[in-house]
Each structure stands twice: as C-alpha cells, then as structure tokens.
C-alpha cells in the first residue's frame, strides 16, 4: 500500500523546506504540482530540493485546476494533501498510522489543523481548532468531485473519519505579515465573495484565546479514527445544555467566548466528527421583533468528544450580527444532516439580550498619517481593542483630555464607568478622576474590566515637570521599590479583573533614556514583561517612513530613534495587547 503527498502551490518559502522534507519522509512520495503561469522565482528549484518528483500544470486564473487529475497522478492507493504553509505534527512519525489505512471502511479522513501564531502557541478554540480538513483521501475513487473554487471542500463518496491526533500546524498567521494577509483577504474575496473567512487569517480582530502546543501523544490505532452516527429523537432528547457568562453588551462582527456546560445523558460517546458532528450552535433574534437574523451560528465544541453519562466544560464560540441593535441570543445544540437539538427537546434553547453596538475599526489602509504624530495610529487601535467592559481606567488622563479626537473615541464607546488617574492637577471632566500615582494608585484588586496606557508608561518615574506640574507623583528613587515602568505594570496587573485587558503603547526601537521619557527596544520590554503573569501578550509595530506609518516588525525598528525620517516624535510604536488570566 502506497500513500503519497501531493503539493498544489505557485511558491516554497524557505520556511517550508523542513517541514516538506519531513512530508516526504513520513509519505512515500512528495509529489509537487507547480503553477507554472504565476510561479515564483527560486520556486523550482526549492521544489526540486524537497520533492521526489515535480510536475506542472496550467490554469488560465487561480485555483482553475484540474485537482482531480493531480490526484490520479500520484500514483497511489491514498493521497495526503498538503498545502506550503503547513507541516505535520510529531503524532505523524509514529508509522503505526498506516495501519489504519491497510483494515477500513474509510474512503477519506479529516485531519484537525491548528492555526500557530507569533511565539510558537496555537488559537485553542472554535473555529481556528479544531480546523478540520478533508487531506487523506483513497485514490481513484468514482464519484469523487474535486473542488475548481476557492474554499470548497472535496465531495467523497463513502464513509469518512476524523484523526484525534494526527494533526497539521498552519504557519500562515506568523509567517507573513498582518498587511500581507489583509492583501490575501481582500483577493480572496474577489475570488469568491463573501467566502473569503477573514476572521480566520485576521485573528488579531477578535483576541481568541490561545494555548501551549501540546506534547506529542502515542498514537493508538484503535481509539485514532472517531466518527459520529445518527442520533435517534429519544437520544438527541437526553442531552443538555447550560451556557453562563454572555456579555449584555459586544462590538457587531466581533467573536466571543461563553461558558458552556453539556451533558451527555446517553450510552454512546458524543463527537464533533464527520458523518454528522455533534456541535455547540446558537441563533441571533432581533430583541423587539423576534425575526431571525442569524440562524446557523457558528459551530463550537466537542472535540475530539464527549464521553456517555458525562459532562464537560466547554468553550462556545459566538460571533456577533453585524448591525448594532438590541438582539437575543439563543444558544443550542446541532447535530449537522439531522436536526437542531430543540426540535425534540424544547428546553436546550437558552436566550440571552444582548446589545450590539457599532465596532470601532482601526484603519489599517497604510501608509497613512504623513506628517503626524503616532498618536494617528495608537488612539484608534487602541479603542478598537474595547472589550465592552463595564468599568474602565485612562492612565494619564490629563493627556487625554486635551486630545479631542481621543475622548471623543472614548465617549463614543458609551463605557458605564470611565475613570481616569494622573499625577497633575489638570482638570479631565470626562472621567471620574483620581489625582494619584499608578504606581500606588489607591484601587481595589481586580477593579476595572479594561485599562488603557497610552503613550504612558515610558514617563513613568521621568522628569514629567516638561509637560504639567506633578502633584502627586510619588518619589524617584524610593527604597526596595521596581523601576519605576514596571512597578506602574505591575500595579495595573493588580487592579485589573480575572480575564481583563490590558492596553500599553510605548515609542519603540534603539534604546534611549531622554529623561523625560524611555524609548523601548526588544530586550526593555522583555524585561518590563516579566513582571507580570500575563496569560497572552500580543503586539503589534509601526514605523514612520517617508509617506507615513507603516506596520512593521520589531526588527525592522531595531535602529530606529526617536525622530527619525522627519516624524514629528517617534518614528517606531509598539502597542500591545495584554490578558490577565482567569
């Protein structure tokens, strides 16, 4: 029995070469189909280091294949589809895989993927795990359609199953930059409108949770393949749903997490796996109406199952209409080609009011902002990261104040609770101000919901007389105490709640202490981290050039000093995202 993998690509980064030479390794064959009308220069020849053969094919525009074709081409029993942006996880080298392949039923199998971002972690939760993917097809197969559209999956005739373990790692959201992948979307969506799923590769949108790659497991032949069969009326009855903290208020088109908690009250195990997957769903009513906006919400859960008689803890994903308005949420369970869980069992429906309130966007149409100060590129992307927090805090809101544009931002959020601290007597009608230095700022632990420190913390502890009177700041050099930037940190961490955010934008690139303020580099705000036990930290760069801001990578600003190429104060920005854990 031969099971060789096949490539369909136009391009092979660098990147890919191990991981292809680890394909071709686990398979017989690495077979590479070259798209030889957009081929990019040096793909040949990367090909030909890492494939046992490559062949070429024509297609007037992208993705007008002839995939089925390809297939038959490879010349054996099965075939494993892989894309460049992808490598095996480790589970593949343990060849007793093959022995699934040699005894079943099977026609074709689904390979959970998981979406890797910056650092290594991968998305842990719906939709981006478990990206299940139909790649480990039987060949010559009659009844096969193959897919001549972008995202369209592959019809295979037979019964299929889903792996547990045997997984892929998708490298596309690291691997190229925020402006490349918004580049891709916007073709993408040329391609197929509204088929384009940019939330998928614009993660950065919706902050989902994220995870440590897990450790390799052995795999076990028996227990490897699940799949899910029917489930009678009298069984899909005997399971059941609790669902608790849903926001009363989300940004529209934005994606949240609820708790979920399902019971399995049947004699058979529950999967989320193919033939018909077991799912965590929800529909979207208008509120005063009750007409149905959304009613095939986003599957969530269940993988890779739960067990008979049990219950687990779940994480359900919801994604918001994109219209503001007052809604209800009913949330449900689905079994996908049987039916909607309520149909025979009322009760599962939960419903929830939710308001949807207009999402404020960060303009990422760059370059922009010629001539202007960061402030053009941190106040918007800030605002855009509100998690609809009921209590919120403006570090050094006498600055803000003064900015119209930004507290015009900030009442637009229409936030319950806007506090403000500052060291200066300067008047900041807009919030609920305290006079008071962050670093001891007086506030209860886990106080506020979401924190905003913009263009602060590097004046923490500085000489700030340049800008307002200080009046309340506390003494520079006091005994035992941490620099002055990270105490201010820390402080925040505190009085932040379980699962808040946390907002700092700092000027960024070669190093500097100007007294007045810290101009951070990479190693500065490594250390300022390890402060806190932040569960996620996500950061985004930008640099001044000549026609405006771009966005960048931090190596890309490691020369860069406050100043630079005409900007009329920093020419690098780093701003960052920051989670407290649960």
Known sequence: MRVNAMLTTHDLPEESLPWMEEVREVFDELVIFIDAKRVSPGAVAQAEK????????????????????????????????????????????????????????????????????????????????????????????????FPTRLHDPIQMPGTGGQFSSLALHHHVLWMYSRQIREERMRYYEQLRPGGALDYYYLYEDHAPPEAELPKPTKVNVDREVVSMGRLPPEK??????????????????????????????????????????????????????????????????????????????????????????????????????????????????????????????????????????????????????????????EVGCSFASENPEYIEGLLSLNIPELHGIDISSVEAPQFIKKTADIRESGYDTGFFDFILCISTLEHVGKDNAKHYKPIAELPHDRPGALQPDAEALVEMFRILKADGKLIVTVPFGKFADYGWFTHYDSQAISTLFQSIPAEKIHGEYFKYMEAGWRPCTAAALADTSYGDRGAPAAAGLACFEITKPK
């Open 236 to 393: 899909a009855a005997q399971v059941c749903l609790e669902v608790s903290r849903v926001p009363r208020e989300v940004e529209a088109s934005t994606m949240f997490w609820i708790d979920a908690r399902l019971t399995n009250g049947t004699d058979e195990m529950l999967y989320g796996a193919a033939p018909y997957p077991v799912h965590l769903s929800y529909h979207w009513l208008r509120k005063t109406s009750s007409e149905v906006v959304v009613f095939d919400g986003i599957r969530s859960g269940l993988f890779p199952g739960l067990a008979a008689n049990a219950t687990g803890q779940l994480a359900m994903t919801v994604l918001a209409p994109t219209e503001p308005g007052d809604y209800l949420l009913q949330t449900t369970v689905v079994q996908d080609g049987v039916r909607w869980h309520e149909e025979v069992q009322p009760e599962i429906l939960q419903e929830f009011p939710v308001s949807v309130r207009k999402m404020i966007t960060f303009n990422r149409d760059f370059p922009c902002g010629f001539g202007k100060t960061e402030r053009v590129i941190e106040i918007p992307w800030a605002l855009s990261k509100y998690n609809g927090g009921r209590r919120v805090l």
């Open 50 to 145: 890492v494939a046992s053969r490559v062949h070429y094919h024509q297609a007037e525009t992208w993705y007008e294949w002839d995939l089925g074709s390809m297939v038959r081409a490879c010349k054996s029993d099965w075939v494993f589809i892989i894309e460049r942006d992808e490598e095996l996880s480790p589970e593949w080298r343990q060849p007793q895989w093959r022995q699934i392949l040699e005894s079943t039923e099977f026609t074709h199998f689904w390979i959970p993927r998981r979406w890797i971002v910056p650092g290594g972690r991968y998305i842990a939760a719906y939709p981006w795990w478990p990206d299940s993917q139909l790649r480990l097809i039987r060949n010559n197969v009659s009844g096969a359609v």
